[in-house]
């Protein structure tokens, strides 16, 4: 156990202290032998490359040799489909263990017969992503995949591999029952053993099952990696954006195990040696690889490329920086300049009426839609909470998320309290979700139940401001909500092990309108906590339910307080606001008269405060306030972007052209004024990004109905105009905008798009 301890550090050392490489194709180096059906068992078992383990151990070996001779310093074993889940093809399953051992041995002893003090050579436990990707095809559970993976790992394990590579993958959720399975076979044999991870980006820039490189990477921050790569599907030159993007993120060593090249329609690969080197060297020189190694269409030749060349670079070194960040399909790190970030609420059987009644109802399909509606409005994170006391949660949650994790991209918020369907619900996030919530009610036993989850699935935690004191358990007052939160985050970080990026307080929110003297000046204690808790922790993140401050006041003007709530909020430091993404109503646009009603009520939440309150907003009902139809027709058109509708705003764009106007001037008229208040308004924290970019599409679809009327200039070409857009929709708007206007005055523009 000693020995194998030692060979894991001597790897990770050697990780870091130069360029590694991987030995290439096992798939190419057998086809290249011509073997026949009576080499593999027989015809019903012909390309069973895994059972020549059993049947030609010589002719795999063979394959080891070659690649040792070449110059890798690491051999992967033929145990790409060994599973019981794979083999089952074959009628093989109950021999997958034994395979997985026996194609370990192979591999150890001849890296032992090539191993040198100078150049150790180490063995890959090779585990292929099996047949089914559990997000796109089913035909197994999670916990099956587990099972299956943890038969294979035990062979690779107890046969000397020196790690287990987890390779070609193309779905997180595989990678998770993967790790697990690992785990599993590790703990059943008392041992602890390194694992890596390589997956596979298809020419359409994500895996099968929908992520990027950035989701990929931030779905499995919780473990700690021998390494990460990207292996398979393309050439080297093709995976330049995604090597690059897992350079700048991951905290473990990269590697890049690319094929020769994309086959022909006849199924060749034709990218040489120096081909591959030429981009690989590249890689290298920008300080983005740890490790090189051979895919599908490698040979010898090529190995022996890879580790002259891997003899020349400087190792990568690894990303100390710890970024706060989510995924779902997506990728969503939580930047200041950002904030608020909108957790979508309306997938909540407590909270939202028509929720629950589809899901009592079994309308899994439209339930789900209503996640996808509240990401359409500005939602960053989905709330998901079935608890319904009437039903089987679990079931539902099963149910629901069948349908949601295909449907909706953004990073999930799991709510519930029941420590099960958490985990059942983890299990079909493919991204690093949020557990929504831990607290210190009970004393740790929530924290004993929920935080191993955390590390074992990879997710961030909601952690409460309320602990077991027998009078004031919930904290409202600034100083008890810091002091509960100091408690609570030495006990997560030192005793739990939850990294602080991955704490997201919630200070609590109480109804500040009900007259309760309890909650009096309770909003405002909540604000200033949040302020007290990001500056004791800044690298921390905070959450708020804002619509329950609220609770109690005429309907009218609940969303205007939750408005100026969730602004002073904002102001204070808070990071995700969780709200109805599509009746948030904009602050901006409140009238100063109704903002002083609503901040009087948060300071005081007085008897006269709440009256003064209701009263107004019942007038405002019985006598509605002037519509945007009596402003005159500029301010109406600037109105449209300032406020993000689009209703009404075709009609007045036909009025004004029917009044003489120019495409090109309503476009530099109002619509930019308006574009030009959205601009300050933003800066001064008035706009968040969400807003901002209803805005922009406003705009989009202004100058959409305006471009085909605009008149072309037909004379020469005064010039190019090279755009490009790093990321973002806001300034994929602004780039296209700049398109259409210097497009029909002369220029031609070349557009390269966003994500350049």
């Known amino acids: 156990m000693s020995f194998r301890r030692e060979r894991a550090e001597l790897l990770r050392e050697m990780l870091n202290t130069r360029v590694l490489c991987l030995d290439g194709a096992t798939g190419t180096a057998l086809q290249a032998l011509d073997l026949t059906d009576a080499d593999f068992g027989g015809p019903e078992l012909a390309g069973c490359n895994e059972n020549l383990i059993l049947t030609r ?111 070609t993958c193309q779905d997180t959720r595989n990678i998770k029952a993967g790790i697990l399975g690992i785990q ?87 990218e040489s040696p120096e081909m591959m080197v030429q981009v690989l060297r590249r890689f290298g020189e920008s ?52 904030r608020p970030y909108i957790v979508g609420e309306r997938t909540n059987v407590i909270g939202s009426r028509a929720f629950k009644n589809l899901i009592v109802a079994e309308k899994w399909e439209e339930a789900a839609e209503i996640a996808r509606k509240q990401v359409k409005s500005g939602a960053h994170i989905i709330d998901v909470c079935l608890a319904n006391p009437d039903r089987d949660e679990a079931a539902d949650m099963r149910m629901f998320l069948e349908r949601a994790v295909r449907m909706v991209h953004a990073p999930f918020m799991i709510d519930s309290t029941d420590e ?65 939160a100091e408690r609570s985050y030495q006990l997560l970080t030192e005793k739990y092990g939850i990294p602080e990026e991955d704490i997201y307080w919630d200070p609590l929110v109480f109804p500040c309108g009900t007259g309760d003297e309890k909650f009096l000046g309770s909003a405002i204690e909540t604000i200033e906590g949040v302020r007290l808790i990001k500056q004791r922790f800044p690298r921390t993140r905070s959450v708020l339910g804002i619509s329950n401050v609220s609770f109690g006041l005429p309907n009218a003007g609940r969303e205007v307080l939750n408005s100026v709530f969730l602004y002073e909020c904002v102001r204070a430091g808070l990071d995700c606001a969780i709200v109805n993404s599509e009746k948030l109503e904009r602050y901006a646009s409140i009238p100063e008269e109704e903002k002083a009603l609503a901040m009087e009520i948060l300071r005081t939440g007085s008897e006269t405060a709440i009256a003064q309150f209701a009263a107004h907003f019942r007038e405002r009902a019985e006598h509605p306030k002037a519509t945007k139809e009596s402003l005159p027709l500029d301010e109406r058109l600037a109105r449209y972007i300032v406020d993000g509708t689009k209703d009404g705003l075709i009609p007045d764009l036909n009025t004004k052209l029917a009044e003489g106007a120019t495409p090109l001037e309503i476009i530099n008229g109002p619509l930019m004024k308006g574009m030009d208040e959205v601009g300050r308004l933003f800066n001064a924290n008035q706009l968040i990004v969400a807003e901002v970019l209803q805005s922009a599409e406003a705009m989009k679809a202004a100058v959409g109905h305006l471009e085909p009327r605009m008149e072309k200039n037909e004379s020469a070409t005064r010039g190019t105009l090279l755009l490009a857009t790093v990321k973002g929709d806001v300034h994929d708007i602004g780039k296209n905008l700049v398109e259409i206007i210097v497009g029909n005055n002369g220029y031609k523009v070349v557009n390269l798009g966003i994500k350049v």
């Open 57 to 167: 151990p010589h002719v795999i070996s063979t394959v080891h040799e070659a690649y040792a001779k070449a110059g890798a310093d690491i051999l992967e074993t033929n145990t790409f489909g060994s599973t019981p889940l794979v083999l089952a093809e074959y009628e093989l399953a109950h021999e997958a263990e034994n395979i997985s051992f026996r194609g370990a041995a192979l591999a150890r002893a001849v890296a032992d017969a090539h191993s040198t003090p100078d150049k150790p050579r180490f063995v890959a436990g090779a585990m292929g992503p099996t047949t089914k990707a559990i997000s796109v095809t089913g035909g197994v559970t999670f916990d099956e995949l587990i099972g299956h993976f943890e038969v294979q790992a035990r062979g690779l394990i107890q046969g000397g591999s020196d790690y287990l590579l987890l390779e």
């Open 184 to 270: 599993a076979a590790a703990r059943s044999l008392g041992v602890e053993v390194p694992v890596a991870v390589s997956g596979t980006i298809e020419p359409m820039g994500t895996m099968l099952a929908g992520q990027n490189v950035e989701a990929l990477v931030s779905s499995l921050s919780h473990v700690n990696l021998l390494y990460m790569g990207l292996n398979c599907a393309t050439g080297p030159a093709f995976m330049t954006d995604h090597i690059r993007s897992m350079a700048q993120l991951a905290r473990w060593p990269v590697a890049c195990v690319p094929n020769a090249g994309l086959p022909d329609e006849e199924g060749r690969y034709l």
């Open 287 to 338: 300080g983005w690889l740890n490790l090189v190694g051979g895919c599908c269409g490698t040979h010898a030749k090529h190995i022996e490329a890879f580790a002259r060349l891997a003899r020349e670079l400087t190792p990568r070194k690894p990303s100390a920086v710890r970024r706060p960040f989510l995924s779902g399909i997506e990728y969503l790190e939580l930047n200041d300049d950002e």
């Open 420 to 484: 099960v369907v958490v985990e059942l619900a983890l299990q079909y996030c493919q991204g690093k979700a949020i557990i929504n919530s831990v607290n210190l009610e009970d004393g740790e036993e929530r924290f004993e139940k929920i935080c191993p989850l955390a590390r074992r699935y990879g997710a961030a935690l909601v952690v409460g401001t309320i602990d077991e004191d027998p009078v004031n358990a919930m904290a409202i007052t600034r100083e008890r909500k810091l002091a509960v």
